[in-house]
């Protein structure tokens, strides 16, 4: 039996967007609309799946692989199936099973209920205290608890009597194995030990299953074991790692920027150090960001492919192996799709496939290998626009109605410069621009010189635009003749790129990413102000705000000289016209932005106050 492939339709329009389920040859569209699949599909003991699935409505049933609603989306909750072929689910207001065929096994009566594990689940009874059933739905263990965990293969399970009260261990029968002493205590490992915290001091250790200590309590966290054996530690915010059974440190002095997961027996430490349950480091050669590895023994990364010496090849994105093998996207394919926050949008469980926007508008599904496996793209017909899903050899697998909302994707990582730029400093329109900037500054100056009643700091044309975040390097706002020099420039961003602190936090590489195309810009920009103005200069004498990593500018005489001054003294009629650069950050936020200035020098400034006392 083959496995279910989930794939998104990741072109329609309205949400939340509907999963289509790839099984056997076939692509299948529920109706009602499937959006989400709540673990994996099980296999239901007749040759076919089933699943726990959430309907467009927010509803939940079950489905199988051939498009079916096996338990209609009319249910308040649904879960996945245990190993022992129950499903809990909940029905007005009120928990049973489903067994694998979709009927029911134990009917709804419990105000809360637990997955089962070796035979026994936990229900919540009317007094609100849990018992034990088992999978007939009979009480199969003897008391009442406050808290009461999953049993595990030793035949044990946490549980207490109290709240807030010590936690123990009982056996299958409600027996205390281990009595209640502990502040805190985890489920056992299939290597017989558990993370457990001394009464008072909190401090984590690891137990056995008599409740002796096999690692004195000296953590201030151990998780439970995983599936490679080792449970996550921490200690300080220096020191977090992994312990084995013995309680022995195998990954240690790690900062909290260590994963406290390990998938396909990796843990991920910062943007790209990876560590295997060995602790022996993962070489990921020109890996510079990848996401935690998943089920499938992949991850998705940004990395640099090997270069002649002296060559810095560009960064690509791809398909980062548990063996630290970097594998680049196919031509034609961007970056991985994303939320409107930036987050990657989410793999589905149990399909080993990552969505990314192609350039022609398509969104490719990968495979581990970055080969692609399915691709969605947009159509037009009679009726109108409608989707395609095809195979990697373009055969139709399904399409949608015509006519429906359907959306290209947005880019996220690899936006362009262009993006970024204010229109009005398009290459068709930045000349103009600079011309305005011009006309303006030398209209305040002759109105402050001529103008009595002129106030240069209440006329501000409303295409003018102040400094914003890069106040510090405007004048001093209380000295009235340096509010005046600061109202006669004229300023205007005409780039600005930002991230917030969520999306910097997460992807530090697009900070440099983001540099790189500030410094492409702005060599643009001046360049095409050189061809029409003629070559820069980098000493710029002029009032007001300047690029503080520097700027490059042009001098400009006054088309008609202000009253009173000396033709023998050019810079008392003279403007500089600035372009600048600059990058900044604060409350965790990074920006980048050019400005395009247009401010007199001292001396012009000054002959217009005379002139105006005069």
């Known amino acids: 039996m083959t496995e279910a492939i989930l794939i998104r339709h990741y072109l329609q329009g309205d949400a939340p ?16 609309p499937l959006v989400e699949v709540r673990g994996v599909f099980s296999a239901d003991g007749r040759g076919g799946l ?33 190993a022992d072929g129950l499903a809990r689910y909940c029905e007005q207001g009120r928990w049973g099973y489903l067994n694998l065929h979709g009927a029911v096994a134990i009917a709804p009566a419990f105000d809360a209920a637990a997955g089962f594990s070796h035979g026994l689940a936990a229900v919540k009874v009317a007094n609100g205290l849990w018992c034990y059933i088992d999978t007939t739905g009979a009480f199969a263990v003897a008391g009442e608890f406050v ?58 250790g690891l137990i056995d299953a008599t409740g002796n200590w096999v690692l004195e309590p000296q953590h201030d966290r151990i998780h439970e074991f995983n599936a490679d054996g080792l449970a996550y530690y921490e200690e300080s915010s220096s020191n977090h790692g992994y312990l084995n059974a013995a309680g022995e440190v195998v990954i240690g002095e790690r900062s909290y920027s260590l994963s406290d997961t390990m998938r396909s027996g990796i843990a991920k430490d910062g943007d790209n150090s990876y560590l295997g349950a060995d602790g022996i480091e993962i070489d990921a050669p020109g890996v510079l960001w990848s996401t935690h590895f998943n089920e499938h023994g992949f991850a998705l990364a940004r990395g640099r492919l090997k270069a002649p010496y002296g060559v810095l090849a ?31 949008v989410r793999q589905e469980l149990g399909t080993a496939l990552a969505a990314f926007l192609g350039d022609d508008g398509s969104v490719a599904m990968l495979d581990r290998d970055a080969r692609i496996a399915y691709r969605w793209r947009r159509e037009q017909g009679e009726g109108g626009a409608f989707a395609v899903l095809a195979d990697h050899c373009g055969h139709v697998l399904w399409q949608s109605p015509a006519g429906v909302a359907l959306r290209v994707p ?94 910097y936090g997460k992807y530090e590489f697009l900070d440099s990413e983001r540099v790189d195309l500030l410094n492409n810009m702005h060599a ?15 000493e710029c004498g002029h009032i007001g705000a300047t690029g503080p990593d520097g700027e490059s500018g042009w001098a400009f005489a006054l088309a008609d000289a202000l009253p009173g001054t000396d033709t023998g003294a050019p810079d008392q009629n003279r403007l500089w016209l600035t372009i600048w650069a600059h990058g900044d950050s604060g409350d965790g936020d990074i920006w980048n932005e050019i400005w395009l200035t247009c401010a007199p020098t001292p001396d012009a400034l000054a002959a217009a106050l005379r002139a105006r006392a005069a």
């Not at 999953?150 to 409600?174: C, H, K, M, T, W």
């Not at 594998?327 to 926050?341: A, F």
């Not at 706002?477 to 991230?499: F, G, K, P, Q």
């Not at 643009?524 to 980098?538: D, K, M, R």
């Open 17 to 32: 967007q509907q999963l289509l389920v790839m099984h056997e040859g076939a692509c299948h569209a529920m109706s009602p």
């Open 50 to 82: 089933i699943a726990a699935a959430t309907a467009a409505s927010g509803r939940h049933g079950y489905i199988n692989g051939a498009g079916d609603w096996l338990v209609a989306p009319e249910l308040d909750d649904a879960f996945a199936f245990s």
């Open 147 to 204: 808290q009461a965990g999953p049993f595990v293969a030793n035949g044990l399970a946490a549980a207490s009597l109290e709240q807030q009260g010590s936690v123990g261990y009982i056996d299958r029968v409600g027996r205390w194995a281990i009595a209640p002493r502990f502040a805190e205590a985890g489920r056992f490992g299939d290597q017989g030990v558990a993370p457990a915290a001394a009464p008072g001091s909190r401090l984590h």
């Open 314 to 344: 560009a960064p690509r994105w791809g398909m980062l192996h548990t063996s630290g093998a970097f594998l680049p996207v196919p031509d034609g394919v961007i970056e991985p799709l994303t939320m409107p926050s930036g987050s990657l």
């Open 410 to 503: 947005a880019l996220f990582f690899t936006l362009p410069a262009a993006s970024f730029l204010d229109p009005r400093a398009a290459p068709e329109q930045l000349i103009a621009l600079a011309e305005s900037l011009r006309a303006r500054t030398a209209d305040k100056l002759r109105r402050l010189a001529c103008d009595p009643a002129f106030d240069p700091c209440e006329a501000v044309d409303e295409e003018d635009q102040d400094l914003g975040e890069e106040g510090d390097y405007e004048d001093d706002e209380d000295d009235e003749d340096a509010m005046t020099a600061n109202a006669v420039c004229t300023y205007h961003r005409v780039y600005r790129e930002y991230l917030d602190s969520y999306a």
């Open 524 to 538: 643009a920009l001046l360049a095409q102000l050189e061809a029409h103005f003629g070559p820069a200069v980098s």
